[in-house]
């Protein structure tokens, strides 16, 4: 089982930037697959980057087509923490945010298949 606390988030203006950080319990990490989703109010939750465990392909990124080039995801094992680096933030990226871990492997998107989650954090961006 794993543990997850995000932290990061805050209230900045069209264009700024955000570093989100997920850190994990657990001596085996790496062997999760960890994504980052978010909620904004009203609309359902959606995927937003996730990074590949080391069983399959070490550090393997990929992203929503929404937030490519704007945002990079990165893990650092030995430290079993998650960052999520957004720049060019719009309005639009205001959300919560959330960490979520997954006992599978490879490129995963879908809510279900993750099976911990953190309990998010706020990113406000105002115009």
């Known amino acids: 089982q794993v543990q997850l606390v995000e932290s990061g988030g805050g209230l900045v203006q069209a264009g700024g930037s955000l570093r989100l950080s997920c850190a994990a319990s657990?001596?085996?990490?790496?062997?999760?697959?960890i994504g980052w989703f978010r909620q904004a109010p009203g609309k359902e939750r959606e995927f937003v980057a996730g990074v590949a465990n080391i069983t399959w392909h070490s550090s393997y990124t990929y992203y929503a087509d929404s937030v490519k080039g704007r945002f990079t995801i990165s893990r650092d094992n030995a430290k079993n923490t998650v960052h999520l680096q957004m720049n060019s933030l719009k309005p639009g990226d205001t959300a919560v945010y959330y960490c979520a871990a997954s006992l599978r492997s490879g490129i995963i998107r879908r809510i279900a298949e993750y099976d911990y989650w953190g309990q998010g954090t706020q990113v406000t961006v105002s115009s």
């Open positions: 657990g001596r085996t990490f790496s062997t999760y697959t």
